[in-house]
């Protein structure tokens, strides 16, 4: 069993942290706002999720999910999360996080612009590309035909390693998109991003298997 610490609650850390606990992990759940706030989460994920301050979550957990404005990017705690293997969620978006000069020229990718705040953790980018309605609806058992996959990108093999272990626990298999620079592939907007899942409008989504996800990372453009 593994624990997974969370820093960040909205919807697609939500949506992580019920797959983890329906595959048998535990969860420390964070936000912004306190752990009083996620009392209505964690009674609903049941006795394998606990709540707890950004800090606590990212110390407590043998995997730790980042998943937070990039604005808040100075917030997290990287102390905590220094030789850890951590999961980047995040999606840069100047209109929410105001305007970031190296990620608007795409000098930086904004998971190259994480590690600098975190530098002693294992960072891996996932999960960024995926709706949350569709990442529940479409997690399949490993060996199942319709099996979707997710990209990562990580520039620590070991790191990759566990969570590729992490995802097939979980319901998806993985592609590996490269390193952390190789992440824009994966980034808003690119043909990954999203649209092999199907459209918003289709909350069950449909099934992407491994050869969909190489050709959506393969058609991206810097």
Known sequence: M???GFIGSGSIGRAIARLAV?????????????????????????????????EEAAA???????????????????????????????????????????LDDNSLTSSELLQRYVPDALLVKAFNTIFFKHLLSLARPSGAADRSYLPIAGDSAPAKATVTEFL??????????GSLADS?????????????????????????????IRAALAAATR
């Open 184 to 212: 824009r592939r994966q980034a808003t907007g690119t043909p990954v991003w999203g649209t092999p899942y199907g459209p918003y409008s289709n909350e069950k989504g449909q099934p992407a298997g491994e050869d969909d």
């Open 60 to 102: 407590a957990g043998d995997i730790v999910v980042v998943t937070v404005p990039v604005s808040a990017f100075p917030h997290v705690p990287a102390a905590q999360l220094a030789g850890k293997t951590v999961i980047d969620t995040c999606n840069y978006g100047a209109e929410r996080d105001g305007h970031i000069p190296e």
């Open 2 to 4: 593994t624990t997974v």
């Open 168 to 177: 097939d626990s979980i319901g998806y298999g993985v592609v590996d998109a």
């Open 22 to 54: 329906g595959a048998g992990h535990r969860v420390v759940l964070s936000n912004s706002r306190g752990p009083e706030t996620l009392a209505d989460t964690v009674a609903e994920l049941g006795p394998q999720a606990s709540a707890a301050t950004s």
